[in-house]
Each structure stands twice: as C-alpha cells, then as structure tokens.
C-alpha cells in the first residue's frame, strides 16, 4: 500500500484522533519508560500531535490543527526515502497541493531531522472536506513509500490489530479486553491498568492519562 491506496481508507479525523490517543496511554501502561506512541494536546496553540517512533529508524506524525490535519510518515527503508540521493531530496511531487493552512509544518523545526523534512510519504484532509489528499507522487511496480505498515493499525482500529501489534513489539501477551476498552474511550480504571501491566501503579498512569486528555474513572 503506498500513499494513494492509503487515503482511500484512512478513517475521518475524529476516529483517528482517537485511535492516537488510546495507542499513547496503551504504550504508557504497558511501557512508561520508552512508549513507542505519544501523544501531546496543545503542541502549538489549539494543534495536537500524536507520534510513533519504533526505535528502528521508522516513525510518524499526525498534526492536528483546527485548519486540518496534517500526517507524515517515514520509512527509512523504502525506495522513496530521502536518502536515496544527496543532499537529501522528497519524492517528486510529494509535498504538491499541500493547503496553505497546514503549508508551514513541513518547516517546523520540531518535525525535521537535521534542518530537512525527512519524511517519506504525506496526507492531509482540510477541515470541511470529506476525503484525505496527497501529492501527485508516481511509483513503479513494486516501489513503496511505507504508508501501509506505518499506519496500518490505526487504519484496522481493532482490538485484534492493536494487541498483536503490541505484543510483536513488547513481546508479551496483552488483553484483548483491556485495549477494546481504551479504543473505545471507556475511563481508565484500575482493573484496565492491571490487567495490562500488573506492576503498573494506577495512579501515577491516572496521572499520566489526564495529560493526554483521556478520561479517568472515579475511583
């Protein structure tokens, strides 16, 4: 899947605010010393931005803004990576048609690695609009620009998707239950907290979750 299928099927921006959301808290319970997802509300004035980062040198980005949001993706693998040629250089048509709203984030200092966007693929939806976008980026048969694996969870959105995923990376078993809980947004409580993460303390997660914006059980 490259960046045109993955527009097709990106959910609306409510839906994937919320996947994000759950994915940082899921990543907080399970590992709050290096959580692969985060999620930070306020970023910039009225702007979210929900990240992954995987260690491996892959990552994403989903910006937020009352004008739209703004997603970027980046596979240092992938035929369209940057690194293919020096200096660094985006795809052909990457960045084309990218609204004048969300037109600064790409220089953002916060999201560019050594004074350069260094992303790989590149999807916005403008507020008001019923579809995702993107540049006129052009692939040959079996060239790739990642957006399939680095969003696929958040495309599938279930509990399934997400605790495999979960598991492949921390390499333990995590409750099905538990992870349909947080994606549909049901407080956090201490049962959710300890059948993730039995060691886990809840209310420094309490804590923890309440930064993000997630709601918190009365307990």
């Not at 994937?16 to 997802?37: E, K, S």
């Not at 509300?41 to 004008?67: C, H, K, Q």
């Amino acid at each position: 899947m490259n960046v045109h299928e993955l527009v097709t099927v990106l959910p609306d921006p409510g839906v994937l605010r919320a996947r994000c959301r759950a994915l940082a808290l899921l990543d907080i319970v399970l590992d709050g010393f290096a959580p692969r997802h985060g999620y930070v509300p306020g970023w910039r004035a009225g702007v979210d931005l929900a990240t992954m980062e995987n260690g491996s040198g892959d990552l994403y980005g989903i910006v937020f803004d009352p004008a739209g949001v703004f997603l970027y993706g980046f596979d240092h693998e992938c035929d369209a990576t940057p690194w293919r040629e020096w200096p660094r250089a985006h795809w052909p048509g990457l960045l084309e048609g990218l609204p004048a709203a969300l037109a600064h984030y790409p220089a953002d200092p916060d999201l560019q690695f050594e004074g350069f966007f260094d992303v790989t693929m590149c999807a916005w939806r403008e507020t008001g609009t019923t579809s995702w976008q993107c540049g006129p980026v052009v692939f040959e048969p079996g060239e790739s620009d990642g957006a399939g694996w680095l969003f696929g969870v958040l495309i599938d959105g279930s509990a399934e998707a997400v605790c495999s995923d979960a598991e492949d990376y921390y390499g333990r078993p995590v409750d099905r239950q538990a992870v349909a809980a947080l994606l549909a947004g049901a407080p956090l409580d201490p049962w959710t907290v300890g059948v993730l993460n039995p060691a886990a303390d809840f209310e420094a997660i309490a804590e923890r979750a309440r930064l993000l914006g997630y709601a918190v059980a009365d307990v």
